[in-house]
C-alpha cells in the first residue's frame, strides 16, 4: 500500500502562489507516475502534471507556463508549485501515484487539499 498526504492548500489572491506538497509513504518502491489532478465544483476532474521517475514532466494547457511539477525523491514528495494564479484554478487538488510492479499496476490517491484563489 502507498499513502499519499497531500499539504500547502489554501486562499490566495488572484496572481498569487501556492506551493502543494504530496508526501508519499508505504510501499513507495517502482512508484512510476506522480500526478496532480484537479476537480472544481461541478466540472470534471482534470489532470494538472505529471513527472515521471525520470523526470520528465508535462502540463495541461491551462497550467503551462504557471505550474511546476517536481520530486524531491529522497523526501518521497512531489511538489506543484503553482504561480499566477487565477480564479478558475480553484478547485480541490489531489495527488496520484502509479505503481507498476510484477505487471500489475496500482493506483493511489490523496485526501486533496482545497485551493481558493479570490479575484
Known amino acids: 500500500q502507498v499513502q499519499l498526504v497531500e499539504s500547502g492548500g489554501g486562499l490566495v489572491q488572484a496572481g498569487g502562489s501556492l506551493r502543494l506538497s504530496c508526501a508519499a509513504s508505504?510501499?513507495?518502491?517502482?512508484?512510476?507516475?506522480m500526478n496532480w489532478y484537479r476537480q472544481a465544483p461541478g466540472k470534471q476532474r482534470e489532470l494538472v502534471a505529471t513527472?515521471?521517475?525520470?523526470?520528465?514532466?508535462n502540463y495541461a494547457d491551462s497550467v503551462k507556463g504557471r505550474f511546476t511539477i517536481s520530486r524531491d525523491n529522497a523526501k518521497n514528495t512531489v511538489y506543484l508549485q503553482m504561480n499566477s494564479l487565477k480564479p478558475e484554478d480553484t478547485a480541490v487538488y489531489c495527488c496520484h501515484a502509479v505503481r507498476y510492479r510484477l505487471g500489475s499496476r496500482s493506483d493511489y490517491w490523496g485526501q486533496g487539499t482545497q485551493v481558493t484563489v479570490s479575484s
Open positions: 508505504g510501499s513507495i518502491d517502482s512508484i512510476n507516475v
Open positions: 513527472i515521471t521517475n525520470g523526470g520528465s514532466t
